[in-house]
C-alpha cells in the first residue's frame, strides 16, 4: 500500500514540477539582489574569474578575489575599483593546498565576513594524450579543478547552513558532461566537480537548507587563452564563446537560481543524445563535431610538465 501512495505522490510531484520549470520557460523568473552579499571568486586573476568579478562589483557585492598568481589577481582588483565605489579584497591562495584554503578562509571570515557566494573557478588544463600526460600534472589537475572545491565548501558552508543563507557555484565544464579525448584528466575532474556540486545540492535539499542554491556551469570553449589553439570544426554549431558572453549567462543563471547551465544551450542536446543513443552514434557525433582534431592545436596557457604561465602571458 505504502508504494503506491508513495509512488502517486512522486508521480504527482514530477508533474507540477515539470509544469513549473514548463511556465518558468515562458514567464521570466525573478532575480535575486546580490547587493551587499560576498562573492568570493576562485581564479579570480583572470579569463573568466576576473570578468565575474567585475560584473558582481557592479552589482554591489563584495568581492574577494582568490589566485595562485599574485600579479594577475592585483591586475583584477584594480579594475574592478575602476567601477567606482565597490568592495574588494584580493588574497593569494594556492587553492589546491587545503591547509593554505583553511587558513586564507579563516583570514577572509575575519577580514571581511562570512562567504555568502563560493564560486569554484579556478582550473588548469594539460592537453594531451592519456599517456603523455604527466602523473604530477594528473594530481594537480584534480587537486585544482576539483579537490578544492572540498576545501572552499568545508571552510564556507557551515556559516552557510548557519543562515540558511548562500550560494554555491561550480565551473565544471562541457567537458565535464562528454568525455573528450586529449582531455582525459580535465574531463575527469570536470564530472567530479560536477558530481560534487550536485551531491551537495541533494544533500542541502535534504536538510532542509533550501535557501543555499547550487548553480552548476558547463561551458563549451571559452577565448580565455586556456584553450588556445584549440579550434571548433563548425562555429555555426559550437561556436568558441566569448569571456563576457559567458560570464553574463553565468551571472543570469546564478540571479535566476538556476541548478544547471550549460553554455552555449545546444550542447545540452549532446548530452540527451549520448544517454538515447547507441555508443558508436555517439562516437560518429563527436567525430561530426570535430572531436577528433579538437585538441590537434591546443597550445594553452602551459609551458609543457610546468604549472607556470607562459613568461609573455604572466602580465595579462
Ligand atoms: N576557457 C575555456 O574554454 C573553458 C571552458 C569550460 C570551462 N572552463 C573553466 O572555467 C574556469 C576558468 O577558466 P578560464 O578560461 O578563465 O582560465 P584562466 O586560465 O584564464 O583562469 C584560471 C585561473 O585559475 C587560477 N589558478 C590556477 N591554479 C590555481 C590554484 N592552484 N589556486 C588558485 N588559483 C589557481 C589561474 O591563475 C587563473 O587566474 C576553469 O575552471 C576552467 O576549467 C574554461
Redesign the pocket.
Known sequence: MYVIVDTIQFLGKCLYYFSEAFIFKIIPLKRKDVAGEIVLI??G?????RELAIHFATLGSIVVL????EE?NMETCRLVKEKGDVKVFAYT????KRQEVYKVAAQVREEVGDVTILIN?????TGKPFLDTPDDMIEKSFA??VISHFWTCKAFLPAMIEANHGHLVC?S??AGIIGINGLTDYSATKFAAFGFAESLFFELNLIKKTNIKTTIIC????K????DGCVSKYPFLLPILEQKYVAQKIIDAILEEKVYCTLPKVADFMLYLKHLMAPKMTLAMVKYLGGETFMASFKG?MKPNTLQPKTEEKHQ
Do not use: E, H, K, Q
Open positions: 576562485t581564479g586573476g583572470s579569463g573568466l574569474g582568490w589566485d595562485i598568481n594577475g591562495c594556492d587553492c589546491s573557478n579556478a582550473g588548469i588544463v585544482v579543478n565551473i565544464s562541457v561551458p563549451y570553449l571559452i580565455t587563452g586556456m584553450f596557457r
